[in-house]
């Protein structure tokens, strides 16, 4: 089988050559965690998101959709002050902002 696995990370750099020596820097830093990889797999037409590394703190998908719906509830409760509503609204806007990030990117989970 034959699949094309894809590292992306976001450099700020003066040449291409600066940045893909700046992501190999990241690579090897240990303080760094660079452990989640596209894996396209040409047979199938799909690209899979996987962490080599396991994070057993980390939502599946299931819990995910459980926090947004409770997020979201949280938002229509009167009385609710509103620097409380700032923060799920916050919340909201990065758990929307992954699955665009998957979405974009065909990745399934």
Partial sequence: MEFRVIWEIEIHAASPEEAAHEARAVQLRRDISAT???????????????????HPE???PAETIAVRTCLRLLQCVPGVQDNIKDL??????????????????GVSR
């Fill in 36 to 54: 989640v990889f596209g894996v396209w797999e040409h047979a199938r037409e799909t690209m899979h998101r996987i962490d080599v590394v396991q």
């Fill in 58 to 60: 980390r939502l599946d």
């Fill in 88 to 105: 799920v609204s916050a919340m909201l806007i990065f758990l929307d902002r992954e699955d665009a990030m998957f979405a974009r990117f």
